[in-house]
């Protein structure tokens, strides 16, 4: 099986960490970008990329500024806004020169991806969602909500362990302790991801993103893929199955062993469905 790559990559002041994976044959058909949610990194797509690099898709997994290895500036040099974190990953795809990708994005940040999607149309060919507030209905659960409190939230993001029992939370299971080692690595080296985490959770701006969203994704005329554990404990199916009825290209597929971070645990039953999504013309 082919070995992702750990690249990093400078624009302007902010460095990207990325993993990479080229198709299997060297034939890249087409690119797809995997974007993560709160309070991940890259290493959650880990399970995702080897199939699709079968298939000839090239993957590339960035950590979003403030989390995993990329840069964490402070507040006065990055605002943690849904605005700043779109402008910071426009520059990224300027630098990598990618001129028409597809999106996979997940979670509470994932928000931000689709985002991006609806201010630069012409740049996305395709938008899988997995398991990202949608409607304006939907609401910061507590356990992330609880990490951005005032004086709680100082200490609680500056504990390793919050971040893996929220993702464990989030995931209603055990994660492999090799990959929680991995998310909690940052946090043992530095104050630094914590202060960002925080910052993020902070600067969220869920109401106006999730009203952007709610009334863009309509009118977008892409094909839009949402795959959906059924047992996420933040966020409701119901809604998310009324929503796809007013894309224009759309499609539900629910994950039923998953819950809010399906790509934890059940790649295999993502790919299933994503990977011909993907790949399909037109």
Same mark, same amino acid.
């Given at each position: ?6 690249? +990093? ?5 902010l460095e990207? !960490?990325?993993? $990479? ?8 058909l ?22 699709l690099?079968?298939?000839?898709i090239?993957?590339?997994a960035?950590?979003?500024?403030? !989390?995993g290895?990329s840069s ?12 700043a974190?779109?402008? *910071? !990953?426009a520059?990224?795809?300027?630098? !990598?020169g990618l ?29 899988a969602i %997995?398991? *990202? ?9 507590w356990?992330?909500?609880?990490? +951005?409190?005032?004086?709680a ?9 919050s ?7 989030g995931?209603?299971s055990?994660?492999?302790d090799?990959? %929680? $080692?991995?998310?909690?690595k940052?946090?043992?080296? +530095? +104050?630094?991801p914590?202060?960002?985490l925080? *910052? ?5 701006? %869920?109401?106006?993103?999730?009203? $952007?969203?709610?009334?863009g994704?309509?009118?977008l ?5 949402i795959?959906?554990?059924?047992n ?5 199916l119901a ?7 007013s894309?224009?290209?759309? $499609? ?5 062993? *998953? ?12 790919n299933?469905s ?9």
């Amino acid at each position: 099986m082919a070995k992702i790559t750990k690249n +990093s990559v400078k624009v302007g002041t902010l460095e990207w !960490f990325y993993g $990479e994976l080229a198709p299997v044959g060297g034939e890249n058909l087409q690119t797809a970008i995997l974007l993560h949610g709160l309070p991940s990194q890259s290493l959650t797509w880990t399970g995702l990329m080897p199939p699709l690099a079968e298939q000839g898709i090239r993957t590339i997994a960035p950590d979003w500024i403030g !989390f995993g290895n990329s840069s964490k500036p402070e507040k006065r040099d990055f605002a943690y806004t849904p605005d700043a974190f779109i402008t *910071a !990953f426009a520059a990224m795809m300027d630098k !990598f020169g990618l001129d028409r990708v597809s999106l996979v994005v997940q979670g509470f940040l994932g928000t931000v991806g689709i985002q991006y999607a609806l201010r630069y149309p012409d740049r996305v060919d395709k938008l899988a969602i %997995l398991n *990202a507030p949608l409607t304006t209905g939907a609401k910061l659960p507590w356990t992330l909500k609880q990490l +951005s409190l005032p004086v709680a939230g100082e200490m609680l993001t500056q504990d390793p362990l919050s971040v893996e029992r929220t993702l464990e939370a989030g995931c209603k299971s055990t994660i492999e302790d090799k990959y %929680l $080692e991995v998310y909690r690595k940052p946090y043992l080296k +530095s +104050s630094a991801p914590g202060r960002s985490l925080l *910052a993020t959770l902070r600067n969220l701006r %869920l109401a106006e993103s999730l009203t $952007e969203i709610s009334t863009g994704l309509p009118k977008l005329d892409i094909p839009i893929q949402i795959l959906w554990g059924v047992n996420d404990p933040w966020l409701d199916l119901a809604p998310v199955e009324t929503f796809v009825k007013s894309l224009k290209h759309g $499609e539900l597929v629910t994950l039923p062993t *998953a819950a809010h971070y399906p790509q934890e645990h059940c790649y295999a039953e993502i790919n299933r469905s994503l990977i011909p999504f993907l790949r399909q013309q037109g």
